[in-house]
């Protein structure tokens, strides 16, 4: 009966033990709010450690203008959805990002986009830019 129920605890404890996950899902989602008759944006990552990084590591939302965070979010975006496009996405890059330049999505997802980036490139280790992985927050 010991054997038994030791050797379930270790089907359990290897079942829950995960190696590096496949993949990362990056969406940004519209609702329409009836009352105001207005747009708002969501951005849903569908990755178990972004959110702890994110509280951890990112820098107030004040610290960067909007226009800088679009500025930078454009050209990851761009990187992002070409790796897709062309099949090299590995393991993260395996959705589009429909980010449209001309749209407003406001300071709270451009903010939260930008350091899902920096999260990539951080935390999984791989350069989405050209130049490489960024040392330094400007």
């Known amino acids: 009966m010991k054997t038994i129920i030791i050797f379930i605890v270790s089907i359990f404890t290897i079942c829950a033990c995960t190696g590096i996950r496949e993949s990362t899902r990056v969406l ?3 609702e329409k709010i009836a009352s105001d008759d207005t747009l708002q944006y969501e951005l849903v990552i569908i990755d178990p450690g972004f959110e ?7 820098k107030p939302v004040w610290f960067h203008s909007q226009s800088w965070l679009e500025t930078w ?5 761009t990187a992002w959805n070409a790796r897709y496009m062309n099949g090299r996405g590995n393991r993260c890059c395996d959705t589009y990002i429909d980010y449209q330049f001309h749209v407003d999505y406001g300071l709270d997802l ?3 986009l930008y350091w899902y980036f920096r999260y990539v490139e951080r935390k999984l280790g791989m350069a989405i830019l050209p130049e490489g992985i960024r040392r330094q927050d400007y």
């Open 28 to 30: 940004i989602e519209n």
């Open 52 to 58: 702890t990084w994110f509280v951890t590591h990112s």
């Open 73 to 77: 979010n454009r050209q990851y975006v």
């Open 110 to 112: 451009n903010h939260k």
